[in-house]
């Protein structure tokens, strides 16, 4: 046999296996790769399910990595390579703690063999555990517990009085008496469902709040302050909260086509680049392009740094009005958005916004 002979037939050989070794792979097979935990509680802790797998290929089969969807879950695998015909598992630990509800997340399987990645699933219902009362109220004052510090009354309108009630605890071992006085606007009244709280009981409050009050529009924040027979600690301070629109009845065509329409030009205005410690002022036109007179009811900046000024709170049909904005830029830096917002009796859009931005730079 000649030289070339023998060496072709060696490389074939030396192909062969490596073509042979190429092949040579594990397989993982999921005996099932999606489970279902079914209800799960809460305070039953972390659930934990092993997805088992078998290797059907002709090689060792080696996890390098198990990745979980979300940081509730977390992974665990067989550290060993799994030989071939032989098992091994994946494993999922799913941590309920303030997670109420459905739930589905995947665990993404890397390995040395086919597939490289492959994914299981766990899916569940987490039902909530159930709060004492104390875990519940969370806010403290003396002997007495609260849910908040601070009862909102939603976005409501100037048509009619609102009510909503609040819950007071006497979280101490003793009776407590709601005295009858309150301080509050003369807007609030509150009323008491008993005036005397036995050790462990909780009591109702119901707030009627009449939303047709002066300077109301927009966001309202008032404290008030009930009291009990409590030694160092009677006074409870709280806050009411509301977001007040003006009510319009409903309207015909033709009375809307005869109603005040508010307009405004140039509703953001670039600033451009400011002087740290220097004061620009914006200019906003304001007209009425309704037939009735335009009432202006309040102008509000969201920042004590824009001072708005309204030349005039009336406007006739056709005319305008400048609303002044000035931006003190004192102790400000970077990128600043502010704006101004307007409250009138346009019955179609009686909330309307002016904004400016600037950028603040250094005084040369």
Avoid at 337 to 355: A, E, F, G, L, R
Wanted: with cysteine; hydrophobic share 35%.
């Amino acid at each position: 046999m000649s030289k070339f002979s023998k060496s072709a037939i060696l490389l074939l050989f030396v192909f062969s296996s490596s073509l042979l070794l190429a092949q040579e792979k594990g397989i993982l097979e999921f005996i099932n790769d999606d489970f279902d935990f079914g209800e799960i509680k809460e305070e039953d802790g972390p659930a934990i399910h092993e997805f088992e797998f078998e290797n059907k290929g002709t090689a060792p089969l080696i996890i390098s990595h198990v990745r979980a969807s979300c940081g509730c879950t977390t992974p665990g695998w067989s550290k060993e390579p799994v030989l071939p015909g032989q098992r091994g598992f994946v494993k999922a630990q799913y941590n309920p703690r303030n997670r109420p509800g459905s739930f589905r997340k995947t665990l993404t399987i890397t390995t040395n063999g086919e597939p490289a990645l492959i994914r299981a699933y766990i899916k569940g219902k987490v039902i909530p555990k159930v709060k004492s009362l104390e875990e519940q109220m969370t806010v403290k004052v003396g002997n007495t517990r609260f849910k908040s510090r601070s009862i909102n009354m939603g976005k409501i309108t100037t048509e009619q009085k609102v009510e909503k009630s609040f819950d007071i605890y006497n979280d101490g071992a003793d009776t407590l008496q709601l005295l009858e006085k309150y301080d509050a606007p003369e807007f609030i009244k509150l009323s008491f469902e008993s005036s005397t709280m036995l050790p462990k009981q909780v009591v109702k409050i119901t707030i009627n709040y009449d939303p047709d009050h002066d300077d109301n529009l927009g966001y309202n924040n008032h404290g008030i302050t009930i009291y009990t027979n409590e030694e160092n600690a009677e006074s409870k301070k709280l806050n009411v909260l509301a977001t007040i629109s003006e009510y319009f009845p409903p309207m015909s065509k033709e009375e809307l086509a005869k109603a005040p329409k508010l307009a405004i030009t140039d509703r953001l205005q670039d600033l451009g680049k400011v002087n740290v410690d220097s004061k620009t002022v914006a200019e906003f036109q304001i007209t009425n392009h309704g037939l009735s007179t335009l009432d202006i009811r309040k102008v509000k900046s969201n920042c004590g740094c824009f001072l708005a000024e309204l030349s005039k709170n009336t406007i006739k049909p056709g005319k305008s009005v400048t609303l002044k904005g000035t931006f003190d830029a004192t102790n400000r830096k970077g990128n600043q958005n502010k704006s101004i917002t307007i409250y009138s009796n346009d019955p179609v859009d009686p909330v309307q916004v002016v904004s400016i931005k600037a950028s603040i730079v250094p005084s040369n």
